[in-house]
């Protein structure tokens, strides 16, 4: 009875998709992720559960998160003019944004590979999903290839991870620039690891009507929140909201959201820690045989090992107690690649003593 209500029911699309899988990861040095090893310094945490014991459980939360929408636009520098949507996660905002333009004849195209939500999202909304390989190299972004495929299927979405996960490198500005200018639809930057990165688009909103930035608290340090926002022009992220679900953005997520961002100086230096850790950790493992080390501008890094070696790379460390992201069972340009999350000083260490003794 319940399959055929399956074989009924449910879209074939949806039939056809895996659900998002999570790895346990319980008593496991935890580099899998992209989540920030730092926690709060005691007198934050201290200032928090004061907060805790003010805030209003009871009641509905501000649906607009009017505080917190101001205290990014001050913190964040959002440029003036451009409004600021708040998502239960950067995912919540990819499928507002896919939902907003999903007709059965339209497209989302990103650089492939690239963010997986993407194309999971377009298959939610019965949208096309356009993947434009990346160079083969390098992982850069392939203009030519981008503009025709542009041309071609007038894509209503085009996102652009910058920094590029799982690959961590930024593409050429003057590249993506084009790629705004050649878009019919809308054009997101998803900026979710900009802590660690060197630029950013947030500055450019408004030069192209079509330019929407979108960024998450999760890198940062707060993944446990799940909230994102998107930044862009005011005509539309109000057709946008209409999407929203009511009070998506709870009481406790504003409040402690709003409060970290009050004392941001604190994530920026953790931020610089994981900056030094990643180069110190890129010099090391780019000596040991066998492994290509990708640059990054995330907080990650991409490795590469000889072929045939991840998989046993990726169980030798499970075995250790180290939980990485094995990307090459994805194959295509990712075959034979790992992703490693940058840890502590010590997690990494304990990373490094293991892969050595894997090689």
């Known amino acids: 009875m319940n399959d055929s209500l399956v074989s009924r029911w449910i879209r074939p699309e949806i039939r056809a998709l895996s659900a998002y899988h999570v790895p346990p990861s319980r008593g496991l040095i935890k580099l899998d992720a992209m989540e920030n090893p730092y926690t709060w310094p005691q007198a ?3 200032d928090w559960l004061d907060k805790l014991g003010d ?27 451009q409004e600021i949507l708040l998502g239960n996660g950067s995912d919540e905002l990819i499928q507002v944004l896919a939902m907003s333009v999903a007709a059965p004849d339209r497209s989302i195209m990103a650089p492939e590979p690239g963010f997986v939500m993407y194309r999971m999202i377009a298959g939610f909304v019965g949208m096309q999903y356009v993947g434009v390989p990346l160079r083969a ?30 690959t961590g490198n930024l593409w050429d500005r003057a590249v993506i620039e084009e790629i705004v200018a050649a878009a019919p639809g809308l054009v997101v930057i998803d900026e979710a690891y900009s802590p660690f990165a060197a630029d950013s688009f947030m500055q450019d909103l408004g030069r192209w009507p079509n330019l929407l930035v979108m960024r998450t608290f999760s890198k940062l340090g707060l993944a446990g929140l799940r909230l994102g926002y ?12 209409k999407i929203r679900l009511p009070y ?9 959201a709003d409060l970290a961002l009050s004392h941001i100086e604190v994530f920026d230096e953790q931020a610089e820690r ?15 045989p066998g492994l290509t080390v990708y640059p990054s501008s995330a ?6 090992s000889l072929p045939g070696r991840a998989d046993a790379i990726h169980k030798g460390l ?15 340009l990712l075959q034979d690649c790992l992703r490693v999350t940058i840890g502590t000083p010590e997690e990494n260490t304990r990373l490094l003593e293991a892969i050595r003794g894997l090689l």
């Open 248 to 256: 998506n953005i709870n009481t406790l997520t504003q409040m402690t």
């Open 44 to 46: 934050l945490i201290d």
């Open 55 to 81: 805030t209003a459980v009871n009641r509905y939360p501000d649906p607009a998160g009017r505080q917190l929408v101001e205290r990014i636009r001050d913190v964040m520098q959002v440029p003036a003019g």
């Open 137 to 166: 190299d390098d992982f850069s972004l392939d203009l030519d290839a981008m503009l025709v495929a542009i041309r071609e299927h007038e894509p209503a979405i085009i996102f652009l991870a910058y920094p590029n996960n799982p």
């Open 230 to 241: 998107l930044c862009g022009p005011q005509a539309l992220l109000s057709e946008f909201d």
């Open 274 to 288: 994981i900056k030094a850790s990643r180069t110190e950790l890129a010099r090391e493992l780019v000596a040991l």
């Open 299 to 304: 907080n990650f890094l991409l490795l590469r």
């Open 318 to 332: 499970l075995d250790a107690g180290i939980l990485i992201k094995n990307l090459s069972p994805s194959g295509g």
